[in-house]
């Protein structure tokens, strides 16, 4: 484990049904729950722009190297469930729609977008791969 592989949020209530995400270098995400009535996201629509944000990085990283794309949209959609697993996302599916310019550095990007998104759902998306080798999640109770 390398030296800096620690990362850390924490959230806080600031609301019925609402809460704030704060990284170490001090962004902030604000989210809520379906039922807190407000338009920002709940956690699992947070989960799913987290794997497309990721992978849509990495591709951006090898695509644009070549062009800049003309448009680049991904969309992540899953289906919440409630079984005797419990709550869960299923069939999470990530679709890619990215255009290039015409041209000889746009024919390069075009070129190697299908293989930077399979190296980045293969090996490169931290948020992804985790999902998918299934990491564990351990929860405490920590005296206040």
Do not use: Q, W, Y
Request: aromatic share 4%.
């Amino acid at each position: 484990m390398s030296e800096n592989s620690l990362r850390l949020v924490t959230v806080d209530r600031t609301g019925p049904g609402r809460f704030t995400a704060t990284n170490a270098r001090g962004g902030t995400v604000e989210f809520g729950t379906a039922n807190g009535g407000g338009t920002e996201f709940t956690p699992v629509e947070l989960l799913l722009a987290a794997i497309g944000g990721c992978t849509a990085a990495d591709v951006d990283v090898a695509t644009t190297r070549h062009a800049e794309p003309d448009g680049f949209t991904v969309t992540v959609t899953g289906n919440k469930v409630s079984d005797d697993l419990g709550n869960r996302m299923t069939d999470l599916a990530v679709t890619f729609a990215v255009s290039f310019p015409e041209g000889e550095a746009g024919d390069r990007a075009r070129a190697i977008l299908p293989r930077a998104v399979t190296v980045s759902h293969d090996r490169l998306c931290t948020v992804s791969r985790t999902v998918e080798t299934g990491t564990p999640v351990t929860a405490t109770i920590k005296d206040a």
